[in-house]
């Protein structure tokens, strides 16, 4: 069937986007729908556990949001500019959204806290432009005093602490916005869930900003993904197939760790992957029609209308059962978008 971008719209009040994160974090809601019996559960998300065995494999995005919303002046003229970094290129060179764009042509450079330069050296994807930055001392220290959190444009509150924007085993930095299902997750609930014999492993993808644009396209198979850098470890793809071996479940946690186990998935062979570290550039496309290879259930946030996430989900939960899941949503007034509640898909 062939389906369009209106296809997956649906009427979201604005009251219902979340501006603010839950604390704690696993008190969030949690609605799960399985897949076999067609029945949705409403629960607390503390209750995942009781969704997962021993033997699963629980696997999470581990890249780290980098406070790239820079705010500065123009040299010469002292004028406003905003740089918000997508995606590193180079040691010192980047790619980034700038304002005002007219301004900002290749030559131009903008001061930035009295210890960083960027200097626009070419246009690039998207309006975009390729920035390179000079500096004296650790890039990333003085990108943690000079920049600012990069929260979706539909969040209006400051965010009072940056770590709330962060997952708790974020480490690797580079994503330029949050893998925000994995925001509901505390120590504690992981070490529970690891005391049940699930087994929580790693991948890495930079979130870019593309992942939360709508699709522009009226046939969503002509929509362009962008392309973000992935990083599956050894380790993880050892996990998965002992899950596989064992007849347990791989849990994506989240968008972003399912389409990056789905780009290694093209690597298996027999339903199991060659045991070895995966990286590169993924720029896969999930939605209704594609068959999912490596993952048993997905854990994920309420997204944006007509948006390629909510068309993998609709992928991977049918695409009938999740427009009617969402709506179910609105009307029992979930919180949606990165602060608000989850999903279970199982």
């Given at each position: ?7 997956f ?67 010469g ?8 970094l ?28 009295g ?12 309006g ?6 000079v ?8 990108l943690d005093?000079?920049?600012?959190m990069p ?20 480490k ?9 299902a ?13 005391d ?48 596989k ?5 791989v ?12 780009t290694?998935g ?14 590169g550039?993924t ?24 948006s390629?996430l ?18 179910a ?18």
């Open positions: 069937m062939k389906y369009t971008t209106k296809d719209y649906y009427d979201l009040p604005d009251e219902l986007i979340a501006q603010t994160p839950i604390e704690p974090r696993d008190s969030a809601g949690l609605l799960v729908y399985n897949r076999a019996s067609g029945q949705t559960e409403h629960r607390v998300f503390r209750d995942v556990i009781d969704y997962l065995s021993d033997g699963d494999v629980l696997v999470v995005n581990d890249s780290r949001v980098l406070p790239s919303r820079l705010y500065g002046k123009k040299c003229t002292g004028a406003a500019a905003e740089l918000l997508l995606r590193q290129e180079g040691k010192d060179t980047w790619q980034a959204l700038v304002k005002p764009g007219k301004k900002l042509r290749p030559g131009a450079e903008v001061e930035i806290n210890e960083l330069w960027a200097k626009i050296l070419d246009y690039a994807d998207g975009s432009r390729i920035v390179e930055f500096y004296d001392g650790n890039f990333y220290e003085i005093r000079a920049g600012n929260l979706p444009p539909y969040i209006f509150k400051k965010l009072q602490d940056n770590e709330r924007y962060q997952t708790v085993y974020s690797p930095p580079g994503s330029a916005a949050a893998p925000t994995g925001l509901h997750f505390t120590p504690e609930l992981l070490d529970r869930i690891r049940k014999g699930v087994t929580v492993a790693k991948v890495t993808l930079h979130v870019g900003l593309g992942t939360f644009r709508p699709v522009k396209t009226d046939d969503i198979s002509a929509h362009k993904m962008h392309s973000e850098s992935y990083y599956m470890p050894e380790s993880t793809a050892r996990h998965i197939n002992s899950a071996k064992a007849g347990r479940r849990v994506a946690v989240g968008t972003t760790s399912c389409r990056t186990i789905e290694v093209r690597f298996a062979q027999n339903g199991l992957l060659p045991e070895k570290d995966y990286s550039d720029d896969i496309f999930i939605c209704p029609g594609y068959e999912f290879v490596l993952t048993d259930s997905l854990i994920t946030n309420f997204h944006l209308p007509e390629s909510i068309m993998l989900v609709s992928a991977f939960a049918g695409y009938q059962n999740t427009m009617s899941i969402y709506r949503a609105v009307q029992r007034k979930y919180r949606f978008f990165s602060f608000g509640d989850a999903m279970l898909v199982e």
